[in-house]
């Protein structure tokens, strides 16, 4: 059926280091994605978007990478700090439609 | 500027009971999506409103309605509460009525139905 997972449930990670997060979705028809963040007791705060017609786009120490031909999404974090401990979720949205449909989320924790 | 608010924060009801959940948008937006967040999962689409029409639907049962006022912000009702919905409940705001733009969260109302 029609999905967006992410590969792995937890995410380990030490303070300074280089985190990836990884989402695969199975609809072609998927054409705008986003990252969100939530932390524990809060809703999801938007980190970074990205259109089909791209293969990447970078905001403040993050990079998100959309590689079409094998419906593959990765959040990418720079320098992670034990601040960025959280879900995070990739969500997309098809043909202009009215929902974004979620992932389950990777949880990251950042040790020092 | 002010962010998405929500109210209640948290809210305990017993099975049967009603509840309305309500959200303002932020200053400039016109839609409001609301979202149903059991715990572990992702956020799961429940309805749209753009300048106070109902634009989208999610699989979700008669139970559940909204509506959107003239000042765009909204209010989620749910009849005849279930055990099953309890959960955290979320608005979103976005500019324009399409999906496919920056939608932007509130802190959601957690609500316990017991």
């Known amino acids: 059926g029609e999905s967006v997972g992410l590969h792995l449930p937890t995410l380990s990670v030490q303070e300074g280091d280089n985190s990836i997060i990884n989402c695969a979705y199975s609809?072609?028809?998927?054409?705008?994605f986003i990252w969100y963040k939530q932390e524990s007791g809060k809703g999801p705060q938007f980190i970074i978007d990205i259109r089909s017609n791209m293969d990447k786009r970078q905001g403040q120490r993050v990079t998100v990478l959309l590689n079409k031909t094998v419906k593959h999404l990765s959040l990418q974090i720079a320098a992670t700090q034990p601040g960025d401990s959280a879900v995070y979720f990739c969500?997309?949205?098809?043909?202009?439609?009215?929902?974004?449909?979620f992932g389950k989320g990777t949880s990251l924790l950042v040790t020092p | 500027d002010a962010g998405v608010t929500q109210s209640p924060t948290h809210l305990i009801k017993t099975r049967g009971q009603q509840v309305t959940l309500r959200c303002s948008p932020i200053?400039?937006?016109?839609?409001v999506s609301w979202y149903q967040q059991v715990l572990g999962q992702g956020p799961q689409f429940i309805f749209q409103?753009?300048?106070?029409?109902?634009?989208g639907r999610g699989n979700f049962p008669d139970r559940f309605s909204a509506r959107q006022f003239p000042n765009y912000s909204s209010e989620l009702n749910v009849n005849a509460l279930l055990l099953g919905d309890s959960a955290l409940y979320l608005c979103?705001?976005?500019?324009?009525?399409?999906?496919?733009?920056?939608?932007?969260f509130g802190p959601g109302t957690r609500l316990t139905v017991t």
């Open positions: 200053s400039g937006h016109k839609s």
């Open positions: 969500a997309e949205n098809r043909n202009s439609g009215y929902a974004l449909n």
């Open positions: 609809n072609s028809a998927s054409d705008y």
């Open positions: 979103a705001s976005s500019k324009n009525a399409a999906g496919d733009y920056e939608q932007y």
């Open positions: 409103y753009y300048e106070k029409e109902e634009r």
